[in-house]
């Protein structure tokens, strides 16, 4: 595509030297021209985005559709941002605005940034990996019997910086996408050799390469520019080329820096010699000197536009493009740039540079010539649609809560069955399910939902076990029809994978149900992918179980401790431990609505619970089988078990003391009440089905009260409000004790917390439980300290 006056390459060639300026100017007016009043650094990254300028300009500017979606390196946010106010994708107040509030954000961010951001960036290395199981999420729904198998397929991309392949998660993510045979999906690496502290060790590329190329994927390395392959082609030409291919990286780097003199000096006392060579290099300005040596294959749209333009989708494939850490800058090659800014001089000579007249700095094509035939182009681009790239689903229905008895139980063995009786119903929600683990199917109690529903791959694979008659309870059938996604052991993979199938609605047009199932102990292993899946606003039910010191015979690896907390302060998760399988029940139901909603209040300044925003779930579950109290399931106080908690014995005017449990201390609750009681004091037992929601809720209304309106009370208040001022309360869970703890703050009731605060130890429960102060005795004896001294 070309317009009249100007060839594509010329066009794209300018529009990558307008982002570079606007990138520049952009974190210089940051930094040096917008007022800062608290002296507080903005930060930005002009060389980072530079040196990415002309990747991300080919691409968007000619390579892209919108249908592809992609995850833009971090630290080229400015030049992201610059290429959008381009397209018309973003204002000028944004780019005036980086980093402040309300302006463009210092890393992409789909649910901050209002220009076009398809995948969350800012923790390095997590939206390398999440494109990948967002191609796997996207060959999980085509293969479906749904009405979007009609859209055409995007190609998910990241492009990346060589300093962001030293984390582990890209390299966990590679044996994923070879296990699931990964496709359509492509790395593009600024290989700048430079990380945030200097430059990086010689020999990267071929471990780099020999990596990729070990799980499958299509290694394609541009080195050389279109200037640099025409001077090879030159007399003397190949001992150019044997040069930089031999010049070590810091070199390469340090001369760049230096300019067109350094370049002249260097090259002539290493392989001038006074014949060809000479010649090459006498035939060219210092200038021009420069500008051949900064011509890697990363700055050279026509070679970029050829590789990019030739590749397939059905194999993986990993584009290695040498560039320069601050090209086309006064930076450029310098091991101090990564964090370093252009002094005002600099800028000066950038702007003079690009022509930019004082007072036109933002002007989206000043500086260039044919602005209108630019402007025609960029009308024509293949990406630059008019229409939303979000797409949307309808919600699906649900089914209603699917109770399994009263008999003994854990909350672990409820979750399967619950499950199990959703596979057997013909719904459309049941269709929409997926489930994936890290390897803990069965462990997890997943197995009835497998057996049901069977696991997925792209091409059918027969179940050798079944077809060769040796008996097993997992009947484990691969069909493009399966409905859930086995993962290894690697629980960062788990929550990407959550995190692109919660948002395959907007991805992708068809909406899905993930519930991910994982060890509670390790969410923490997670813990950076979860809160970066939360931050895209991915919808799903995630399920750690078995947690606790309960779980007695594993010892203290294994025993949960600080998951409520996190399940507490992570936001856009909404955390609950049931005790009882009815409980269960009526959250799981909740939380197939929740995950699906999608209301216009603004997820950071919503009340809580977000009943409006929706958000994800987490439910900590356990092994231990408790009793089941034996209540009519219309009954229920469904609305009181959904905030939070409800009165499984409620005070009376003489209550002494309160015994305040969340999950399976249920049973040494209620053992303790049994006890007080006997000993005629007034005891009250409140069921706590999630102190994440309570405790939100009672933020929320103080955040009311600050602000003007009284009459907000939350769910916690109104419960304790029926609570003597002078009674006492327990808390009692089998995680750390600050989880509860709080409760004594919300009407200043004298309040003892117990819980676990120490690493556990293998042993029973009654031993571990009476070793940390959870049995029935202790709890019986903090409720006779607690509680009111009447004569």
Known sequence: MASAGIGRVQAIEALTRKSLWLASWMVHHANHIRPNIDGVKVGGHQASSASMAAMLSTLYFG???????????????????????????????????????????????????????????????????????????????RAKDWGGKDRSEGRMIALAGDAELDEGNIYECLLEGWKHGLRNCWWIIDYNRQSLDGVVREGLYDRIESVFKAFGWKVVTLKYGALQRAAFAEPGGDRLKAWIDAC????????????????????????????????????????????????????????????????????????????????????????????????SAQIEQLREAHGIREGHEWEPFEGLEQPETLQAFLDKVPFNTKSSRRLTSPAVPTIGPQFIGTGPTSTQAAFGRILDAIAKTDSEMARRIVTTSPDVTVSTNLGAWVNRRNLFASKEMVDIFQKEAIPSTQKWRFTPEGQHLELGIAEMNLMLMLGAAGLSHSLFGERLLPIGTLYDPFISRGLDALNYACYQDARFLLVGTPSGVSLAGEGGAHQSIASPLIGMSQDGLASFEPAFADELSVIMDWAFDYMQRSGDARPDLADWPRDVTGGSVYLRLSTRTIDQVPRDAKALPINDI????????????????????????????????????????????????????????????????????QTTVSHIENLLSEVPRGAGIVTAIDAHPATLGWLGSVLGHRTIALGVEHFGQTGTVHDLYRHFGLDAETIVAAASRSGSRRS
């Not at 004091?681 to 069921?687: E, F, G, K, T």
């Open 248 to 343: 070590p990286n810091a070199v390469y780097s340090a001369l760049m820096f230096r300019g067109g003199a350094a370049w002249r000096e260097r090259l002539s006392d290493e392989i001038g010699d006074q014949g060809e060579v000479s010649a090459l290099l006498s035939r060219r300005s210092d200038d021009e000197l420069a500008a051949l040596m900064a011509n890697l294959g990363g700055h050279c749209v026509a070679s970029l536009l050829d590789q990019f333009e030739n590749a397939d989708s059905e194999q993986p494939t990993v584009f290695i493009n040498y560039t320069v850490k601050g090209w086309g800058t006064p930076l450029a090659g310098h091991k101090d740039n990564h964090a370093g800014q252009m002094t």
């Open 63 to 141: 390579v892209l559709r919108p249908e592809d979606r992609i995850a833009v390196k971090p630290h080229a946010a400015p030049a992201f941002h610059a290429i959008q106010y381009l397209l018309g994708r973003q204002t000028r107040q944004k780019l005036v605005d980086f980093r402040a509030f309300g302006g463009a954000q210092s890393y992409p961010s789909r649910t901050k940034d209002t220009d076009d951001v398809d995948f969350s960036t800012g923790s390095v290395g997590l939206g390398v990996a999440f494109s990948a199981f967002a191609s796997l999420v996207q060959d999980y729904v």
């Open 642 to 709: 959904i905030r939070g908690g409800y009165w499984l014995k409620p005070p009376t005017p003489e209550c002494d003391v309160v015994i305040a449990y969340q999950g399976v201390l249920a049973i040494e609750a209620i053992e303790a009440a049994g006890r007080i009681g006997g000993d005629r004091r007034n005891v009250a037992v409140l069921a706590v089905t999630s102190a994440d929601r309570l405790n939100a809720g009672w933020q929320a209304a103080q955040r009311g009260h600050l602000h003007g309106d």
